[in-house]
């Protein structure tokens, strides 16, 4: 029983990872907290399942499709509006952030209803080890492992990496350099959105979902890069699996309705003991 705890906590672990690595790449280059980042879940998660439903295609591609709008979503939204306040004190972007917010969830409700939906696929499980494994639980966890590893990689060996680096150590030095900020600010903000939406593509998989678990992706996000590491990429794998495995002892040992609880508990001893998370370096706590 404790190795199928594990692997469950390894399952829901890897999605919490993809639901945070936007979160914190966009604080991380922008230093802004974009509580967009729960709506953006949403939105994606219910293109897939519209995708699904209506045009007939695979989970999959229907992750995809709501990957490479939301894309083109939070570039827009960043380049039109929220890089207008970027270089304002936070207190002025937090306020123009947290009004898109309210617009858009507002308008999600309206459009989609609080009624949960979910794709209803099921695939089976596979027994492994022993082990019970949702097969669709799987391919979420595959998805959200590819797209993290994908966003690594991208970070670290190519030239559009480089530049959000340099710009996320010095938008000064970078913008002397040549590098176009506001562009790299656009561009990195709508790979956030990208990975929201495949975090929300991947749970529908897995989760019924409504407009009004946004605040819960929201927290779970904040939880998750306190823990591995404000602004890291492998700081959001190690965070979303540390949190995946706590939700899913924690249910053992206090119940099912106290692992978002631990979750937070955890989350303040870190702030305390430890402000650059497990796997986060000084200068981005």
């Not at 999959?60 to 709008?69: E, K, P, Q, R």
């Not at 123009?96 to 089976?124: H, K, W």
């Not at 303040?268 to 430890?274: D, G, P």
Request: net charge positive; glycine share 12%.
């Amino acid at each position: 029983m404790i190795a199928q705890y594990v692997a469950n906590g390894l399952l829901i672990g890897s999605l919490y990872a993809c639901l945070a690595v936007g979160f914190s790449l966009i604080y991380g280059v922008l230093n802004i907290i974009n509580v967009l980042h729960g709506t953006f879940v949403v939105l994606g998660a219910y293109m897939t399942i519209y995708c699904a439903q209506l045009l007939g295609i695979s989970p999959l591609i229907s992750a995809l499709v709501g990957c490479a709008v939301m894309f083109v979503f939070g570039y827009l939204v960043q380049r039109l509006l929220i890089n207008e306040v970027v270089a304002a004190p936070v207190f002025i972007s937090f306020t123009l952030i947290f009004g898109l917010d309210l617009l858009v969830n507002n308008a999600m409700i309206q459009g989609f209803t609080a009624t949960p939906r979910s794709l209803l696929v099921d695939y089976g499980s596979i027994s492994l080890f022993g082990l019970s494994l949702s097969v669709a639980r799987l391919g979420a966890m595959a998805l959200a492992l590819v797209l993290t590893g994908a966003l690594y990689w991208l970070l670290r060996h190519s030239q559009m990496g480089r530049a959000i680096i340099a710009v996320r150590m010095d938008r000064h030095a970078a913008a002397l350099l040549g590098i176009r900020v506001p562009r790299v600010y656009a561009i990195t903000f709508g790979i956030g959105a990208l990975m929201a939406a495949a975090a929300g593509g991947a749970l529908a998989l897995v989760y019924p979902i409504t407009p009004l678990l946004s605040g819960v992706f929201l927290g779970k996000s904040f939880v998750i890069c306190v823990l591995g590491g404000l602004g890291s990429v492998p700081g959001a794998l190690v965070g979303g699996l540390a949190l995946g495995m706590l939700e899913s002892f924690g249910t053992i040992v206090f119940g099912s309705q106290w692992s978002t609880t631990v979750g937070f508990v955890l989350m303040l001893l870190v702030l305390v003991l430890r402000p650059t998370g497990l796997a986060g370096r000084k200068g981005y706590e």
